[in-house]
């Protein structure tokens, strides 16, 4: 591997394969000095030859050294003008206990702190955007992005007082008043047993509104309806998540859910899922597809999410079924269940709750699934193994008709339909289809179904087995340069902006954390289900636009050519603005691009201030593709006059 690289890199020659192994025999027939003496006037004659190409700019931050220094570990970096002086970026956390309440907010000539009044922004759901949108099936609460002349070209500030989240499993239960400044939920949950104030902090005992007796003890129930420990339930989705404490507590038992609820009147839930280190996007089940692929989850569950199911043809029951495995289950727990003994709490006649019911088990047969358990407040559908039976059953329910023609895995602004996704053929009643996938954790790196069988075009067998080195020999090297990457508990929540087979979660699955693997929408290949199969998560997205997530919300963002496939699509800054708003204080960033991509990425991290530096390819300097390690400095809005006394 090469030397440490300086902070821009202007590349002025790249030597061909013939050459370099050229120069390789000379220097094994000619004495030490000569050769030096050699290549030293060569690295004259190309750096006056690229300074002439250049128009003279050669100042020393736009050249690369023809010397290589030893790579140290940690980063360091050789500066203009002191060849043995070094930097080092600090990829450390400083702010998870007391705060330094003297730092002073720091500010960009180019890119300005925004307002306070920013601090929660999360531009594709703004609550006063969405008051211009239809609020029938809560159509106001989807996605409805700002116009390119109404985005915010300023940073959007942490609140004062923020401190890094506590380390998960902590965080679980605790998160830090001052990160996320909203009382309302511990006033209205406070019999729900949600959520408690306590000093600078808020503690999460596990409560909810149809589990009193906390999340594990209900996750316990479910687990002797079905089985939640052979490692076929791996995949979950959480509807109307609330504070999202079913996702926490299933994480323990190696089972990766994603939760979602709308931004609504109740204050910050899904921010306080991020906080916690939940798996967690602002969403809703309105007028289109969720963001994910078809047969992407193994259980779907609601609990109480008051979505009605058996309303508008049973559209968002179908929705669950097209994101639901062959074989998966659909747990729903709240009203209508049992609504015999709570329909006097639920202020809902008997007639109203009866006849809800009955739309829904009207709708799940009509998919064809079978209802395995109705036990206490707990019922538990199951989706079939394959379509073959359910076709005959077309004879007998004539909705849903079967979907002719739309891709199931389309889902970025796709209307929602009310014809049913057809399962891939299969040949007999036993088989699965789509493919049988291992259990977890061998289905990790099991070659996925949808590769084996030749549906996701371009990518074979050969393709992933290259993609699992490839990845395990990124993340080694990623490791060698920010050292905290491997140190446990250092970063719960990660994006991976262009995650393509999900190689790099998957080199990250034995620590304590877990990856948002987004498959943009732009990309030449659809593989989000391929990265469901493998027991991982993610979500579709646009870098275009914004993601559906508070400020704050990931420790470490990974972004892989994200650049080169934006490159005339929308503007590079724009995509950085974002990266900013959706990354804590004294988070880290990677980047992987081409070099003259990489120059003008370091000039905007500058603007953006961050601390960062390029450094060589880990198959060494020769390499046009570098990496960008950042680290976002720690700043926050100002106090306020209360804040100050």
């Known amino acids: 591997m090469g030397g440490p690289s300086p902070p821009y890199y202007t590349p002025l020659s790249k030597p061909t394969p013939a050459s370099a192994s050229s120069s390789a025999a000379n220097h094994l027939k000619k004495p030490k000095l000569y050769s030096l003496a050699i290549l030293t006037i060569l690295c004259s004659l190309s750096y006056l030859f690229g300074a002439w190409q250049h128009g003279g700019a050669t100042t020393p931050s736009a050249t690369i050294p023809c010397f290589s220094v030893p790579r140290n570990t940690s980063a360091s970096i050789t500066q203009p003008g002191s060849p043995t002086a070094t930097t080092k970026l600090d990829f450390a956390t400083h702010h998870s206990a007391a705060v330094d309440e003297g730092a002073a907010t720091l500010a960009s000539s180019t890119y ?64 830090w008043y001052a990160n996320v400044p909203h009382k309302e939920l511990t006033v209205e949950k406070a019999v729900q047993n949600w959520i408690r104030f306590e000093g600078d902090r808020f503690r999460f005992p596990g409560g909810g509104t149809m589990f009193p007796n906390g999340a594990d003890a209900y996750i316990d129930d479910i687990g ?35 939760s979602f609820a709308p931004r609504d009147t109740h204050e910050a839930q899904v921010q306080f899922a991020l906080e916690r280190g939940v798996p967690a996007l602002i969403g809703v089940i309105a007028s289109k597809r969720l ?31 097209r994101i639901l495995r062959p074989g998966g289950y659909w747990i729903l727990s709240g009203p209508p269940i049992r609504w015999r003994k709570y329909w006097r709490g639920w202020e809902r006649s008997r007639e109203d709750l009866n006849a809800e019911q009955m739309q829904i088990e009207n709708v799940t047969k009509s998919l064809c699934w079978k209802k395995l358990v109705e036990k206490d407040d707990i019922a538990i559908w199951q989706k079939p193994a394959n379509h073959l039976q359910c076709k005959k059953f077309r004879k007998v329910f004539k909705r849903p008709l079967f979907c002719s023609s739309q891709d199931p895995d389309k889902a970025w602004y796709t209307s929602l339909e009310t014809c049913l996704t057809p399962l891939p ?30 549906t996701i075009n371009g990518v074979t067998p050969d393709t992933f087995q290259q993609d699992l080195q490839l990845w ?45 693997n987004v498959v943009p929408v732009e990309a030449k290949i659809n593989t989000l289900g391929v990265i469901y199969e493998r027991g991982l998560i993610g979500t579709y997205q646009s870098w275009c636009e914004a993601m559906s997530t508070y400020p704050r919300t990931y420790d470490l963002i990974h972004a892989d050519s994200i650049f080169t496939l934006y490159k005339d699509r929308c503007e590079m800054d724009d995509i950085m603005l974002e990266m900013d708003r959706i990354l804590r204080p004294e988070g880290s960033l990677i980047i992987r691009d081409d070099v003259d991509i990489l120059v003008k990425v370091k000039r905007i991290a500058d603007g953006l201030n961050w601390d960062s530096q390029i450094v060589d390819h880990e198959d060494g300097p020769l390499e046009r593709e570098k990496l960008l390690f950042a680290v976002k400095l720690y700043w926050t809005a100002p106090a306020t006059a209360d804040q100050q006394a």
């Open 472 to 516: 395990n020999r990124r993340v080694s090297y990623y490791k060698t340069v920010n050292n905290q990457l491997g140190q446990a508990g250092r970063y719960r929540n990660i994006l991976d902006m262009n995650a393509f087979l999900g190689g790099f979660a998957a080199n990250l699955v034995g620590d304590p954390l877990w990856v948002m």
């Open 112 to 175: 300005p702190p925004c307002s306070i009044k920013y601090s929660e922004y999360t531009p594709c759901e703004d609550q006063k955007r969405s008051l211009k949108f239809p609020r029938d099936r809560l159509i106001y609460r989807e996605r409805h992005c700002p116009e390119k002349k109404e985005r915010l070209r300023c940073r959007v500030p942490a609140p004062y007082g923020y401190k890094n989240p506590f380390k998960w499993p902590v965080s679980r239960d605790l998160v």
């Open 425 to 454: 053929e299969v040949s007999n009643n036993e088989e699965v289809a789509g493919g049988k996938l291992e259990k977890w954790p061998k289905r990790l790196n099991a070659i996925p179904p949808r590769i084996s069988k030749g």
């Open 291 to 321: 963001p994910y692929p078809s047969r992407a989850f193994d259980m779907a569950h609601c609990s109480r999410c008051l979505i009605p199911w058996g309303q508008y043809d049973g559209a968002y029951l179908i929705e669950v079924d």
């Open 224 to 258: 002797k309806l079905i089985n939640l420990k052979d490692g076929s339930i791996r995949t979950a989705i959480d509807t109307g998540c609330g504070v999202a404490s079913w996702g926490a507590y299933l994480l323990s038992r190696n089972i990766l859910p994603i």
